[in-house]
């Protein structure tokens, strides 16, 4: 496994990094973006290769271009690429200015690895737990709703 230093620090200042976090995560693959607990400034902060725009990696590698002698290797993370988007990226970087288009080309394979230490049990436990909870608020809003209209913030406006 490899583990994000900065993203373990942040969430442990938190408060929010524990078995069952970590397990949240690597069932999402090492991404952030789909955990609700965790706050919207982290999940702007950290993102996988495969969340972060592709054009912005271009512009980039064209603002770097000006202070590179020959070449640099560009690598472009496309989860489903198809020709449509390959050309566009490639005339994209040539009327950047970049002297190589790509050097890499990654894509997400077929099927993803077994999570051997994901703990199943735990994380569909909290998956469970989570459903109760938004029928409970569901059933709350509509008891409101229904017995005393006027005090209800949703209804009562």
Same mark, same amino acid.
């Given at each position: 496994?490899?583990?994000?230093?900065?993203? #373990?620090?942040? #969430?442990?200042?938190?408060?929010?990094?524990?078995?069952?976090?970590?397990?949240?995560?690597?069932?999402?693959?090492?991404?952030?973006?789909?955990? =609700?607990?965790? =706050?919207?400034? +982290?999940?702007?902060?950290?993102?996988?290769?495969?969340?972060?725009?592709?054009?912005?990696? +271009?512009?980039?590698? !064209?603002?770097?271009?000006?202070?590179?002698?020959?070449?640099?290797?560009?690598?472009?993370?496309?989860?489903? =690429?198809?020709?449509?988007?390959?050309?566009?990226?490639?005339?994209?970087?040539?009327?950047?200015?970049?002297?190589?288009?790509?050097?890499? +080309? %990654?894509?997400?394979?077929?099927?993803?690895?077994?999570?051997?230490? #994901?703990?199943?049990?735990?994380? %569909?436990?909290?998956?469970?737990?989570?459903?109760?909870?938004?029928?409970?608020?569901?059933?709350? !809003?509509?008891?409101?709703?229904?017995?005393?209209?006027?005090?209800?913030?949703?209804?009562?406006?």
């Amino acid at each position: 496994q490899v583990v994000n230093p900065h993203l #373990l620090k942040d #969430l442990t200042e938190r408060g929010l990094w524990n078995e069952e976090m970590k397990n949240q995560i690597i069932a999402h693959n090492g991404s952030i973006q789909n955990i =609700p607990e965790i =706050p919207d400034d +982290l999940k702007q902060l950290y993102k996988t290769v495969w969340e972060i725009s592709q054009k912005t990696i +271009l512009k980039m590698a !064209a603002d770097r271009g000006a202070f590179i002698d020959q070449s640099q290797s560009l690598n472009i993370h496309i989860a489903e =690429p198809n020709y449509g988007k390959l050309t566009s990226m490639h005339f994209y970087g040539w009327k950047q200015g970049l002297k190589t288009g790509m050097y890499y +080309l %990654r894509t997400k394979p077929a099927a993803n690895p077994i999570q051997f230490t #994901l703990n199943k049990e735990k994380l %569909r436990g909290r998956e469970k737990a989570r459903e109760e909870e938004e029928k409970e608020r569901n059933k709350a !809003a509509m008891v409101c709703s229904l017995e005393n209209r006027e005090e209800c913030l949703m209804c009562g406006s």
